[in-house]
């Protein structure tokens, strides 16, 4: 079974750069196409990005477009979300999950990791 594991979160001053990371266990990632997702208190879960299983395809919401990059390693079973031009209000826990394509839909994926906290604050 699936299980992933986000890393790499932390404080970071506005205009800094941050690079999350989603590894995977239990299961090839290869299979899997993996969405960013991210949660501020008080708000709905929201898509951040999405990566397809080969990596040939990614989207990015508008918020971020420019300045988030996803990638993956399959032979490393982990998927990456390089964070530039940091603001305040990208100030969220990140979540990693799984799904057989990318999708607008965040009910489509499934096994969430934990989640990592981003702060962006001077």
């Known amino acids: 079974q699936l299980q992933l594991v986000e890393s790499g979160g932390g404080l970071v001053q506005p205009g800094g750069s941050l690079r999350l990371s989603c590894a995977a266990s239990g299961s090839t990632l290869d299979v899997h196409a993996i969405g960013w997702f991210r949660q501020a208190p008080g708000k709905e879960r929201k898509g951040v990005s999405c990566?397809?299983?080969?990596?040939?395809?990614?989207n990015y919401a508008d918020s971020v477009k420019g300045r988030f990059t996803i990638s993956r390693d399959n032979a490393k079973n982990t998927v990456y979300l390089q964070m530039n031009s940091l603001k305040p209000e990208d100030t969220a826990i990140y979540y990693c999950?799984?799904?057989?394509?990318?999708?607008?839909?965040?009910?489509?994926?499934?096994?969430w990791g934990q989640g990592t906290q981003v702060t962006v604050s001077s």
């Open positions: 990566i397809s299983r080969s990596g040939g395809i990614t």
């Open positions: 999950a799984a799904a057989p394509d990318c999708s607008d839909y965040v009910f489509v994926f499934a096994s």
